[in-house]
């Protein structure tokens, strides 16, 4: 790999910049060929949150291009300034400025991995009510992943319905891939079709099995409980969903189900020595899939988005504006984001 990783300074108001700055410190290993785009004196201010005791605050150092990051000093965190200077934005409010920092910061990174300037992007939290308060073009999009999806489709030059994205989140124990994302439950019920299971799962078939080297073997859970228990709880399994898993298993898809939704995720985790059942789980609708996988530990979680012409991987949490600026944010998502994105670079 000789791109540098490109790695989002998410919301300065919330933990995003903190999480960075430990990250640098605490793995220069791992962190090396990776810099941050965003502010150079946000990332001084988190710089001197995470210094170990009397000792100098950790170096940032301020890049000329992206690939100035392989010269970069260990244990420093590199900094290509990409957004206009602002004053520092006050820990943990909502404000539109730095909605729109962190919104710059990933319309750069996109580009830039679209032009093929870098291997990967690796997204630190954003604020979606401070990513809506900068007005447009920030408001269009209810988080991450819409925005990255639109700036592909630009890029490429189609409509966005020809460039289907999915999330999953993973960890070392289970991985889920949504049917659809940042949504109502009503519309996300609504968005349970045959042709949107389908789609969910050839692209689960080719990311995930990219990322194995191998099939891989998907679990659907169901929508209602039980998965419809036959047809008493409701009928969307029967008419919906087993259609869909009948067409993608034609096409060689080694897809399973619907099973019931409170036990698919059990089957699919993996343990020490013992692999689970299934290699990742196609769940219905947001909150079905994200609330197991978070309950095994947010601090390793990572977010994926599947069917992105790059790699994009984010740490599995928010902006913790309750303790952003105490120096008490913990790193390990991010740290587990940037691996999974190294392990997915072609």
Same mark, same amino acid.
């Given at each position: 790999?000789?791109?540098?990783?490109?790695?989002?300074?998410?919301?300065?108001?919330?933990?995003?910049?903190?999480?960075?700055?430990?990250?640098?410190?605490?793995?220069?290993?791992?962190?090396?060929?990776?810099?941050?785009?965003?502010?150079?004196?946000?990332?001084?201010?988190?710089?001197?949150?995470?210094?170990?005791?009397?000792?100098?605050?950790?170096?940032?150092?301020?890049?000329?291009?992206?690939?100035?990051?392989?010269?970069?000093?260990?244990?420093?965190?590199?900094?290509?300034?990409?957004?206009?200077?602002?004053?520092?934005?006050?820990?943990?409010?909502?404000?539109?400025?730095?909605?729109?920092?962190?919104?710059?910061?990933?319309?750069? #990174?996109?580009?830039?991995? &679209?032009? =093929?300037?870098?291997?990967?992007? +690796?997204? *630190? /939290?954003?604020?979606?009510? $401070?990513?809506?308060?900068?007005?447009?073009?920030?408001?269009?999009?209810?988080?991450?992943?819409?925005?990255?999806?639109?700036?592909?489709?630009?890029?490429?030059?189609?409509?966005?319905?020809?460039?289907?994205?999915?999330?999953?989140?993973?960890?070392?124990?289970?991985?889920?891939?949504?049917?659809?994302?940042?949504?109502?439950?009503?519309?996300?019920?609504?968005?349970?079709?045959?042709?949107?299971?389908?789609?969910?799962?050839?692209?689960?078939?080719?990311?995930?099995?990219?990322?194995?080297?191998?099939?891989?073997?998907?679990?659907?859970?169901?929508?209602?409980?039980? #998965?419809?228990?036959?047809? &008493?709880? =409701?009928?969307?399994?029967?008419? +919906?969903? *087993? /259609?869909?898993?009948?067409? $993608?298993?034609?096409?060689?898809?080694?897809?399973?189900?619907?099973?019931?939704?409170?036990?698919?995720?059990?089957?699919?985790?993996?343990?020490?020595?013992?692999?689970?059942e299934f290699?990742?789980?196609?769940?219905?609708?947001?909150?079905?899939?994200?609330i197991p996988?978070?309950?095994l530990g947010?601090?390793?979680?990572?977010?994926?988005?599947?069917?992105?012409?790059?790699?994009?991987?984010?740490?599995?949490?928010?902006?913790?504006?309750?303790?952003?600026?105490?120096?008490?944010?913990?790193?390990?998502?991010?740290?587990?984001?940037?691996?999974?994105?190294?392990?997915?670079?072609?």
């Amino acid at each position: 790999m000789t791109l540098p990783i490109a790695i989002t300074m998410g919301d300065p108001a919330g933990i995003g910049p903190e999480i960075i700055a430990k990250a640098f410190r605490d793995a220069p290993d791992l962190t090396a060929g990776c810099f941050v785009a965003g502010d150079v004196a946000t990332l001084r201010r988190a710089a001197g949150l995470v210094q170990e005791g009397e000792g100098a605050s950790l170096p940032v150092a301020v890049l000329d291009t992206a690939n100035d990051a392989w010269r970069a000093p260990p244990r420093s965190i590199p900094v290509l300034q990409i957004v206009e200077s602002t004053p520092l934005v006050p820990f943990g409010l909502v404000n539109a400025a730095a909605g729109k920092i962190a919104g710059d910061s990933v319309f750069w #990174a996109a580009r830039a991995a &679209l032009r =093929g300037e870098v291997a990967a992007v +690796v997204t *630190a /939290p954003l604020h979606k009510e $401070a990513l809506s308060a900068a007005g447009d073009p920030y408001a269009r999009f209810p988080g991450h992943t819409e925005l990255l999806q639109a700036e592909a489709a630009a890029h490429l030059g189609r409509p966005l319905q020809e460039v289907p994205v999915r999330m999953m989140l993973a960890n070392d124990e289970l991985r889920t891939v949504l049917v659809s994302i940042h949504l109502s439950l009503l519309e996300a019920i609504g968005k349970v079709t045959v042709g949107n299971i389908l789609q969910t799962l050839r692209i689960t078939h080719e990311s995930v099995g990219a990322a194995l080297q191998r099939p891989p073997r998907i679990g659907v859970a169901g929508l209602n409980p039980h #998965a419809g228990e036959g047809g &008493l709880f =409701g009928r969307e399994e029967i008419e +919906v969903i *087993a /259609p869909a898993i009948a067409a $993608a298993r034609a096409e060689g898809i080694d897809a399973q189900g619907p099973f019931a939704p409170d036990t698919v995720f059990m089957r699919a985790r993996a343990t020490p020595g013992r692999l689970g059942e299934f290699d990742v789980v196609v769940a219905m609708y947001h909150d079905q899939g994200l609330i197991p996988v978070k309950y095994l530990g947010v601090e390793q979680g990572v977010n994926v988005t599947l069917g992105l012409p790059f790699v994009r991987t984010s740490p599995d949490h928010g902006t913790a504006f309750d303790i952003a600026g105490s120096g008490r944010a913990d790193a390990a998502s991010l740290l587990a984001a940037i691996r999974m994105a190294r392990r997915l670079i072609p």
